[in-house]
T-cell receptor
């Protein structure tokens, strides 16, 4: 089975810090995604990538950036963390043909 | 624009009762349809998917879903619910024409009474 691993389950960071959320998948998937999940708002797409060094903005990219230097790793970066970025962050990967996403276990980030 | 609705925010059923979770979609292309389940504090796990062919699909954990094109629906069912089924359920819709990212519904939280 494909495994998507998010490096941290829980993180607490201070306002203004630069935060890195790491995601690694082990099945050579081309596509990787970052979502945030908030109560009442569901899953919202932040950024996605279809290839190494490629990135596309999702629905809510403001305040975030991403990096994909290697096919298996997709990093989400909070340039200057703010309290409104406290959320559950979910990474996912997929590959053509389109068989759906495999998700990581999530990182619950709290910004204080 | 593409959209997915799950009309029920929260459903409570008794253990052993049958379950149906509703999902309706609005999509311009032939849809790929998915149901995911999320246990508290966890990521999402794929329950089942529909691409083409038989409109009744079987998934893991005893779940099934039926695609009805005329109603733009993809409802999830289980004949007998177990306490361990308590979780949040997400319907998702994608289409080959729109690439590999797709739209999630808002989710339905299922509670199970003993």
């Amino acid at each position: 089975d494909v495994k998507v691993t998010q490096s941290s389950r829980y993180l607490v960071k201070r306002t203004g810090e630069k935060v890195f959320l790491e995601c690694v998948q082990d099945m050579d998937h081309e596509n990787m995604f970052w979502y945030r999940q908030d109560p009442g708002l569901g899953l919202r797409l932040i950024y996605f990538s279809y290839d190494v060094k490629m990135k596309e903005k999702g629905d809510i990219p403001e305040g975030y950036s991403v990096s994909r230097e290697k096919k298996e790793r997709f990093s989400l970066i909070l340039e200057s963390a703010s309290t409104n970025q406290t959320s559950m962050y979910l990474c996912a990967s997929s590959s053509p043909p389109f068989y759906g996403y495999t998700f990581g276990s999530g990182t619950r980030l709290t910004v204080v | 624009a593409q959209s997915v609705t799950q009309p029920d925010i929260h459903i409570t059923v008794s253990e052993g009762a049958s379950l149906e979770l509703r999902c309706n979609y609005s999509y311009g292309a032939t849809p790929y349809l998915f149901w995911y389940v999320q246990s508290p504090g966890q990521g999402l796990q794929l329950l089942l998917k529909y691409f083409s062919g038989d409109t009744l699909v079987q998934g893991i954990k005893g779940f099934e879903a039926e695609f009805k094109r005329s109603q733009s629906s993809f409802n999830l069912r289980k004949p007998s619910v177990h306490w361990s089924d308590a979780a949040e359920y997400f319907c998702a819709v994608g289409a080959k024409n729109y690439g590999q990212n797709f739209v999630f519904g808002p989710g339905t939280r299922l509670s199970v009474l003993p």
